[in-house]
């Protein structure tokens, strides 16, 4: 399947621009079955595609505290 449908990135509402954050393009998962993530600090570089799945068990971690804090 080809799109040529473009990432439409965000950053979570709870980013407070420290700089520290990621962004993530969720419009391609219904055309590409993927999620982008890139590190907002560096928009030009380079991107992770990751499955749902993976991006939901991420997020899950995330929540639970298993990445401690930065």
Same mark, same amino acid.
């Given at each position: 399947? !080809? !799109?040529?449908? #473009?990432?439409?990135?965000?950053? #979570? #509402?709870? /980013? #407070? $621009?420290?700089?520290?954050?990621?962004?993530?393009?969720? $419009?391609?998962?219904? /055309?590409?079955?993927?999620?982008?993530? &890139?590190? /907002?600090? $560096?928009?030009?570089? %380079?991107?992770? $595609? !990751? /499955? %749902?799945?993976?991006?939901?068990?991420?997020?899950?971690?995330? &929540?639970?505290?298993?990445?401690?804090?930065?």
């Amino acid at each position: 399947m !080809t !799109t040529t449908e #473009s990432p439409r990135w965000f950053k #979570s #509402s709870y /980013s #407070s $621009n420290g700089g520290a954050c990621i962004e993530v393009a969720a $419009n391609l998962v219904g /055309s590409l079955g993927v999620i982008p993530v &890139r590190d /907002s600090k $560096n928009p030009g570089g %380079p991107v992770l $595609n !990751t /499955s %749902p799945t993976a991006f939901a068990t991420f997020v899950e971690g995330v &929540r639970a505290g298993e990445f401690g804090t930065v």
